[in-house]
């Protein structure tokens, strides 16, 4: 029987000799030697990330043109949408930006529904033998079709609004130049207009806008709508009523029963002269009459005072 050795021998694939000059060599099934034997990496650089969406819009604009081409009505309805949704995003960036110069009443989806239609007129019309890119040439599409919309909906002449913005334009770099706001004579003579026409466009600038009575004050966190700070239009306030009632017994004081009972019919109640004659059974020439005699005994008793209390 042969005897075993204290010492098992290791195995070869493990071991490693030293070279001349003193280095040790891994062996070949050492891991060294398979991570230096391991094929060199590809350095070369990845693809960007927005390749393959161009690669894919390029597609679909193939595509439908072919579509189009062929005069296959549901395949270019169908790459037409494929390149609306797209490109969706620009209608909505177009959108947002002139939202921002626009009334609080103007909405943002009213909007981006008018930008769409600008967006299929693009499509449709787009030719890319002319190297033009498709979203330099749809931006001025979309714009022009959310103006055109905002433009039928105005009630407000065109001319109008021009004439507002020349004059705010110019307001405004009068302001810059002069270090204070403009006068109206300044404005005038900068503008080349005579004070009638000038006071004129004026009016005519200050144009109102529409917005909603449901609207909150300070935005959406608003604690009150506007409704609810508006004034009624016939209601007048309980302070102002009796000052004016008072103020209308100490004036008509010296006035006759008939006489004061004609004034009170005539401007509070509203009546015509008729139809104070037809219950008082005077004529309406004699009512006249009586109404002309209790106004000058009024003015004389005021007298300087007349033109600042008979309004």
Request: glycine letters at 4%.
């Amino acid at each position: 029987m042969k005897r075993l050795s204290s010492h098992p021998s290791k195995p070869s694939s493990t071991t490693a000799k030293p070279n001349a000059d003193g280095r040790v060599r891994s062996a070949p099934g050492h891991p060294r030697s398979r991570a230096a034997s391991a094929p060199p990496r590809d350095r070369t650089p990845r693809r960007p990330a927005s390749q393959p969406r161009r690669q894919s819009v390029t597609a679909l604009w193939k595509r439908y043109h072919e579509a189009r081409d062929a005069e296959n009505e549901e395949s270019t309805a169908r790459w037409r949408n494929e390149l609306i949704e797209q490109y969706l995003p620009l209608v909505r960036s177009s959108a947002e930006r002139l939202l921002r110069t626009l009334p609080n009443s103007i909405e943002l989806d009213d909007l981006i529904s008018a930008g769409l239609f600008g967006l299929m007129d693009a499509i449709r019309r787009f030719d890319s033998s002319r190297g033009i890119k498709f979203s330099t040439y749809c931006g001025s599409r979309i714009r022009g079709s959310i103006l055109d919309q905002l433009r039928t909906e105005d009630w407000v002449p065109r001319l109008v609004r021009r004439r507002a913005n020349s004059i705010e334009k110019e307001s405004q770099r009068l302001s810059k130049l002069f270090g204070r706001e403009p006068s109206h004579l300044e404005l005038a003579d900068e503008l080349e207009m005579d004070d009638a026409r000038f006071s004129r466009e004026i009016r005519n600038a200050d144009i109102s806008t529409v917005t909603s009575l449901s609207a909150r004050l300070g935005g959406d966190d608003g604690s009150c709508e506007i409704s609810d700070v508006l004034p009624a239009p016939r209601c007048e306030e309980p302070l102002m009523a009796v000052s004016r009632g008072d103020m209308f017994d100490e004036l008509t004081r010296s006035l006759s029963p008939r006489e004061r009972l004609i004034l009170v019919q005539y401007y509070e109640c509203g009546l015509t002269l008729r139809e104070i004659g037809e219950k008082l059974e005077l004529t309406e020439s004699r009512v006249c009459q009586i109404h002309a005699h209790a106004m000058d005994s009024l003015r004389l008793r005021l007298g300087t005072r007349a033109k600042t209390l008979l309004m």
